[in-house]
């Protein structure tokens, strides 16, 4: 069955993902997925738990969506040395329809593997650091809405209800 980006609140956005314990062909297919269905919605960034895998697993792509040219895969990524501050404006595949503005760390490295196994290394600034810290925050079962202040937080809740309630 093919899979989809789950959506708030699903519970497994709120936890934490596992490591990738062996890189194998359903964990590049997986991966595979991830990129197709991120370019799909138009995102830079989809982490494995918003597939409701809760793998320790990134696809980010700053190219993307239209061209497409520079897909990164990252197995148990780990953040460290944030550096600065800095505040950007933030949506996500999985909160669709809400946008809001959040504070990261200016610069930080990152630590993975790719889909091979081989270790990388990366120092990131500017638009990759804040994908990168966002997409580990779904690993760590963190939204960006639980970076906001707490009204707008309601706000979106207020938002959420009164969209589910026209569904209906």
């Not at 597939?51 to 990134?58: C, D, K, N, T």
């Not at 780990?78 to 809001?100: D, H, I, K, Q």
């Not at 760390?105 to 990168?132: F, K, Q, T």
Request: charge should be negative; proline fraction near 7%; charged fraction near 30%.
């Amino acid at each position: 069955m093919p899979r989809s980006i789950v959506t708030y609140p699903h519970p497994v956005l709120a936890g934490k993902a596992r490591p990738v314990t062996e890189i194998t062909d359903e964990t590049r297919a997986l991966a595979a997925e991830m990129a197709e269905l991120m370019y799909q919605d138009n995102g830079i960034g989809l982490a494995a738990p918003q597939v409701a895998e809760p793998l320790r697993l990134i696809t980010v792509d700053l190219s993307g969506p239209e061209r497409r040219e520079d897909l990164r895969v990252f197995v148990n990524p780990v953040l460290s040395a944030p550096e600065g501050e800095v505040e950007s404006e933030e949506g996500c595949l999985s909160v669709p329809g809400y946008r809001a503005t959040v504070k990261r760390a200016e610069r930080l490295h990152l630590s993975a593997l790719d889909l091979n196994g081989n270790p990388v290394e990366m120092d990131a600034d500017g638009l990759m650091a804040i994908c990168l810290q966002h997409e580990v925050d779904h690993l760590d079962g963190v939204l960006f809405i639980d970076r906001i202040s707490r009204l707008k937080r309601t706000l979106y809740e207020r938002k959420y209800k009164k969209w589910l309630a026209q569904k209906k």
